[in-house]
Structures are given as structure tokens and as C-alpha cells.
RNA sequence: AGGGGCGUAGCCAAGCGGUAAGGCACCUGCCUUUGGAGCAGGCAUUCGUAGGUUCGAAUCCUCCCGCCCCUGCCA
């Protein structure tokens, strides 16, 4: 890269590391991604993997996967299992470095009591109603509690006896002696400990009293000696009560809090707790279902996981707010698709054509390219037969202007095979056309003719006899409009659940090869757009997931002509 | 004057005192055995607003305006 060459990643975070390791504050990057374990990750996880790990591989550091387990209430062993499989199907590896806040309990333990000898922390018996009455607001300042001056001695005898399981939940709590009046509510004598009375999925009983986030995060980041902490712009208030833990504990470094913007993505929500939601009230069909924003739906869906690293590439790291269209995570998608995707014959929506010249019990083989973006790709048979399926939007008996596909007396090219004429068509009794007959121009062999003569439209067709039924589950957005969370007074983000979010087509068909695509691998649908194959076909029922469609240059003829 | 952040094109986003990168979207052509892909071109006289400093300001200073976050024993 010559030296006036503008990185294309630039962002501030990098700017902060280059400053650190030019300055000799840090000698290596150790970054981590700290998931709490209270669902699937979502495509704003992948930013944040994304950014630490591709952090750490730039650097030449390392970044380590941490558990947030705090809080035994809402986590679970199944989301654990499911976050490792996402970021690893991501294309990320963090080695060794598997850590769980829960490793550090015993540690975080001894610290509150250090806390506590010096005077700096103290059991509150208030009640969660006293102590959320007596923080104050924003504009007024809180008032000490009256535990505020206990003994040490007291102190630890108390917070000895809520560790031993003498209490209830809620009975007491040890909270950090700062300062009521903050103006930072953060500083107003934070929770540090409460008392939950549950199974941990990792510490099973080993206890009742569990830390709160604010007072186990910096301090973890510490013992892995992070040297950049990186999270969200919602903890930028956290990091003077961060600070003030790095600051009063004897850590064995101090590491330091960035924080970056979100992911907003327009027409789906982006919060676990929604997402939860969704998944709880059955309007989905779990976590992963290909219509969720979550990795493992995204994945279902045919996503692939370059594509989702180019795409958090793409919309780059900064602090403002900001909501990036669904536009570019599709072209994203596209662009991997159309280099790696191998290339078939679907007919969705079926509409029978028959060749009246050509021989009934003939079948003829055709090279078909497997992906004319990589030669390397190579070739693949279809059968061609008398009768075939047609995409039935590809015959319209009165065509608009511009419209080159089929209709009464208009030619157009199979794809892979041969120029037909439309001459006839057959309707059922309500007028509906079923049938298109067409006669075949034998020299055009191939789908190129002597004469040269130009055939605009090229169409994809599946042999009647020789193609594969199959279900096709089209995908649309959750949600009918780009912010599902800007509803009236009284209403919430499900009210604008879209209705056509999925159409299950089940009388597509497809090349008979299609049979025997791996589930998940990247297939486009000539002309269609891109599918996989779902994990719930079985040996005689074919699933198909369209992961996106294709662009559609006839669609923007249509809107921009006017009548 | 409660505190903390942020305002560069329809959407993201570089830029860090020397005269507005790039991507998506959109628009034009060309090309095409996918109306896909590809190729070529277009798209901010101006950086929320108003002043100031300077030979020179998106970059520095001041005022104002707008938006986001914070009163869990959630993270």
C-alpha cells in the first residue's frame, strides 16, 4: 500500500489503537466479544465479532470469547452452545480463550469484601422500591441510605450471612459507597451484589448472591488483561463507575472502555428481548428462522458468513446513530452469491408449454454452464422433453411495451436449448390459460440461430416428465415498514408484523439434480434468485429457501413506465 | 445550565487547517443465451445553524438548533 493511500477501514477505534501502540501504552491488542448467554446473537453481534475479532487478527492480537453470566435468571446452557456455533460459523477462532465472568465469582467475591474493609461498600436493607425512591431523578440528587454508615465489621458479617444464603431474595444488597448527589445516576451507590436464590448454568448452587454487570465487566476485562474493552454507546455513562473499580481494586491491569454505534438495520428489530418475542409468541418459527435477523436464521437462510463479515466491513464503526438500509446487506449477499453460487432451473409458479413439432418420445441432453462468473465451475446436463414447465409470469396473452417474454406470436430463447414461437394457447373453463403451445426452431439448436437473428428474451423451463416437484418458502421482511418500532400511542413494534413476511409455493419444480444439493449450499435459480436447500426436505420432499431475490430490471421498466 | 453522546448526499461513512474519499440506493448509456452479472458516466459549490479566528475552516473558538442515551436488585 503506498503511504498516501487512505486505509479503507479507517475508524476511530483503530485510530485509538495505532495512538496506543505508537505512545508504548500497549504492546499487543486484546480485544473480546462478551455475549450474555440470554439468546441467539443477531447481525449486530456479528458487527461487534466482527470488530473485535478482525481487531485482534489485524493487530496480530487476540480476542477472547467471555460469557456474561451473571444473571443465572434469564441465561441458559442452549444459548451458550448456540452463540459458539454462530461466531464460529462466522469464520472467527478464539483459541483457547473461552471465558465465563462466572470463572471470576470467587475473585469478584474477594474484592467486595476488600471494598467493604475499606470503607468503600456497604449491605443496604432497603427495599428495591426505597432504593429506586431514594437515587432521586435526573434533576434531583438522591438520599443516603440509612445502612450508608454501617460498620465494617457489620458490613461483613452481613454480606457473609447473604453469601451463606440467610437471606431472601431481595432482602439486602451491597452496594458501592460513592456519591447520591452524581449527576451520573451510575455513581449513586450502584448495586454491586444481589441475592438470587437460583441454579447457575455453570456454578449450578454453588451460590445465591450474584454481581451485578457494572461491577464484574471492567474487572474481567482486567484479569484477561484486555487492552481495549470495546461495547456500545448505552455504556458511555458506565465508564466512570467502570474507572472508579479499575481505580480502587488491586487489578492486575487497567484496561480502558470504547464505545461505538449499534447496528440498526431498517424493516426488522434488533433487541433479544424483541426478538424473544417473536420467538416466544410463535409468530416465528424460532431463533432461527430464516426470517429472523439472528446469525442462525440469517444462516438458515442462505446468508453466507463472507458476506455478512464483508457487510460489517462495509457500514463501518463510529459513534453517531444510525439505521443502514436492508438494501446493502442484500447486495452483499448478492455479490458472494453471484460468485459462488451454482446455477439451476426452477420454474416456481408452473404454467405447462408444449412443442407441437417436436417428437413426443424424444429427449435431448443439454451442457448447461454451472456459473458463467467462474469457468472453473464447470457443466451439467439437462433434458430437454416435448412438454416443460415455464415460469408462468414469463407468458401474458396481452403483453405490455417491453415486454420480451412470451405471448401470441412472439419467440423467445429456452435457455440452454432452443428458440419457440408462440401459435396457440389453451384456457380452462375460467378463461385461465394452462397450456402454451409453441413450435421449436430446430437450427436454433443450443440457443443461437444461423441467421443470427436477435431473440431478447431468454427463458428458464424444467422438463414436464423429467423435473422434481418441490416446496419454495419465499421470504419477505418481518415487518411492513422500515421502523417497526414508530407506532401510534397504545400499539408496539408487533403491530406492523408484516402478513406476507412468508409464501410457501408447493407446486414448484425443479431440475431433478436439485435432489441432491448439500442443505445450505448456495444454488441460484436462473432468473429467480438465490436459494438453499432447507434441512427440512426429506428424501421425497424438496424444501427451498429463496435467501434473496435477484434484481429485477423488468420490475423498474414497469414502475418507471407510466399507465 | 442534571449528566453523557452525536449531527458530512436518500442510507452508511472517510476526512483531523490547504479547498468534500468510498460503498449502497438512484439515474444515463453500453454489453449480455439470467431484464442477473459486467463496463462507462452522472449524483453534496458544501459539511445542522449563526457568528468569530485565519491568506485559507467540514476541520479551531463561541452561540444557538436538532436527535439519542441515563432514575433495573437487566446486560
Known sequence: MSVEETPKNSNFIRDIIDADLASGKHSEVVTRFPPEPNGYLHVGHAKSICLNFGLARDYKGRCHLRFDDTNPTKEEQEYIDAIKEDVKW????????????????????DWAVLL????KAYVDDQTAD??????????????????????????????????????????????????????????????????L????????????????????????????????????????????????????????????????????????????????????????????????????????RGYPAAALREFCDRIGVAKANSTVEFALLENCVRDDLNRNALRFMAVLRPIKLVITNYPADLVE???????????????????????????????????????????????????????????????????????????????????????????????????????RKAEVRLYDHLFNQENPDKVEEGEDFMSRMSPNSLEVLTD?????????????????????????????????????NRTVSLKDGWAKVQKNQPD
Open 365 to 467: 441432453v443439454f451442457d448447461a454452464d454451472n456459473n458463467p462468473e467462474d469457468p472453473n465451475a464447470g457443466t451439467r446436463k439437462v433434458a430437454f422433453t416435448r412438454e416443460l414447465y415455464i415460469e408462468s409470469e414469463d407468458f401474458m396473452e396481452n403483453p405490455p411495451k417491453k415486454y420480451f417474454r412470451l405471448s401470441p406470436g412472439a419467440e423467445v430463447r429456452l435457455k440452454h436449448a432452443y428458440y419457440v414461437t408462440c401459435r396457440d394457447i389453451v384456457k380452462d373453463a375460467a378463461g385461465n390459460v394452462v397450456e402454451v403451445h409453441c413450435e421449436y426452431d430446430p437450427t436454433s439448436r443450443g440457443g443461437a440461430s444461423p441467421d443470427g437473428r436477435r431473440v431478447k428474451g431468454t427463458l428458464h423451463w424444467v422438463s414436464a416428465s423429467l423435473g
Open 197 to 300: 436464590h437460583a441454579e447457575h448454568p455453570r456454578t449450578g448452587a454453588k451460590w445465591c448472591i450474584y454481581p451485578m454487570y457494572d461491577y464484574t465487566h471492567g474487572q474481567s476485562d482486567a484479569i484477561e488483561h484486555i487492552s481495549h474493552s470495546i461495547c456500545t454507546l448505552e455504556f458511555q455513562d458506565h465508564r466512570p463507575l467502570y474507572d472508579w473499580f479499575i481505580e480502587n481494586l488491586p487489578v492486575p491491569a487497567k484496561p480502558h472502555q470504547y464505545e461505538f454505534a449499534r447496528l440498526n438495520l431498517t424493516y426488522t428489530v434488533m433487541s433479544k428481548r424483541k426478538l424473544l418475542r417473536l420467538v416466544q409468541e410463535k409468530k416465528v418459527s424460532g431463533w432461527n428462522d430464516p426470517r429472523m435477523p439472528t446469525i442462525s436464521g440469517m444462516r438458515r
Open 130 to 195: 426505597e432504593i429506586r425512591i431514594n437515587r432521586g431523578t435526573l434533576t434531583e440528587p438522591g438520599k443516603n441510605s440509612p445502612c450508608r454508615n454501617r460498620s465494617v465489621e457489620e458490613n461483613l458479617d452481613l454480606f457473609m450471612r447473604m453469601k451463606k444464603g440467610e437471606f431472601k431474595n431481595g432482602e439486602r444488597v451491597l452496594r458501592a459507597k460513592i456519591d447520591m448527589a452524581a449527576p451520573n445516576m451510575n455513581m449513586r451507590d450502584p448495586v454491586l451484589y444481589r441475592i
Open 116 to 119: 467493604i474493609k475499606e470503607g
Open 508 to 544: 414448484s419444480v425443479v431440475e431433478p439434480a436439485l435432489a441432491d444439493v448439500a442443505v445450505g449450499a448456495p444454488l441460484q435459480f436462473l432468473r429467480m434468485g438465490y436459494f438453499c436447500k432447507d434441512s427440512d426436505s426429506t428424501g421425497d420432499h424438496l424444501v427451498f
Open 90 to 109: 462466522l469464520g472467527f477462532d478464539w483459541g483457547k480463550h473461552e471465558y465465563y465472568a462466572s470463572d471470576y465469582f470467587e475473585q469478584l467475591f
